[in-house]
């Protein structure tokens, strides 16, 4: 019973991952070109957005591995510990390419009058910047009970 719960959960996260990456796909085919073929102030926008793209879906290719190695009961290995080393550094990429496109998010809040603009630029900064420390906690107690099982295994 217990399995089957988990196997629920991590099949539910997959569809949510899923999900996440079709929508920022459909995104980046339909409503980036535009800003991009515009020559308008957007189009550094867009670009940053395309360059964005590139490691969030290896983060969400990582996320699916730690998955498979929570279904495989490898949730406390190397392999994980990777995964979310790879998770930390990608979502960091992604704070610093907002934090350097936050002043001219800026800039076309000011003109357009649309300080929403700005407020999603740094939510998303700051959001994956959370993330970042999240991950890089979560690989820290990873990498201790690792220590501590392999320790509790020389002493018996």
């Not at 339909?30 to 991009?36: E, I, K, R, Y």
């Not at 020559?39 to 490691?55: C, D, E, R």
């Not at 998770?87 to 649309?114: H, M, N, R, W």
Request: with cysteine; charged share 15%; aromatic share 8%.
């Amino acid at each position: 019973m217990k399995k089957h719960i988990k196997r629920a959960s991590t099949l539910f996260l997959r569809v949510v991952i899923a999900i996440i990456g079709l929508a920022a796909l459909a995104f980046c085919i339909f409503a980036l070109p535009g800003g991009v073929t515009s020559g308008s102030i957007f189009t550094p926008i867009s670009i940053n957005l395309y360059m964005t793209a590139v490691p969030f879906y290896i983060a969400l290719y990582q996320g699916l591995k730690l998955l498979g190695y929570i279904d495989k009961d490898k949730a406390f290995s190397v392999s994980s510990i990777k995964a979310l080393g790879i998770i930390k550094y990608c979502t960091a990429v992604i704070s610093g390419i907002f934090a350097v496109l936050l002043p001219l998010l800026f800039i076309i809040a000011e003109q357009d009058d649309a300080p929403g603009v700005a407020g999603l630029g740094l939510i998303i900064t700051f959001g994956s910047l959370v993330l970042a420390i999240l991950a890089n906690v979560m690989q820290k107690l990873i990498k201790n009970a690792i220590d501590i099982k392999s320790e509790n295994d020389l002493t018996v």
